[in-house]
């Protein structure tokens, strides 16, 4: 079986991340993106990522909609924000 290839949610979001994916998978990820953008405020993205014990390039990939962020990732940036940033329907 052929495995078909994984494209980012910014590749399926012809507009990221301002406008909203017709894929559910990748506009879960937008928004996840933008609750993390709005919740990092005014800290840099490298504090966060210190305090959510995460590397800097992850939090900007998922930023960037280049990574998909995983279970392990939004429960790290959740806990450390104090927040919840997964949105709960698409």
């Known amino acids: 079986m052929t495995r078909r290839e994984r494209l980012s949610p910014a590749d399926l979001t012809p507009s990221w991340p301002a406008g909203p994916s017709t894929d559910r998978a990748a ?3 937008r928004r996840f993106a933008a609750n993390l953008r709005n919740a990092i405020g005014e800290r840099s993205v490298r504090s966060v990522a210190a305090v959510a014990d995460l590397d800097e390039g992850t ?4 930023l960037s909609g ?4 995983d279970l392990r990732t939004i429960f790290l940036l959740e806990d450390a ?3 919840s940033l997964y949105p709960h329907s698409t």
């Open 81 to 83: 924000l104090g927040v």
């Open 27 to 29: 506009e879960a990820a």
């Open 59 to 62: 939090v900007r990939h998922v």
């Open 66 to 69: 280049s990574a998909w962020p």
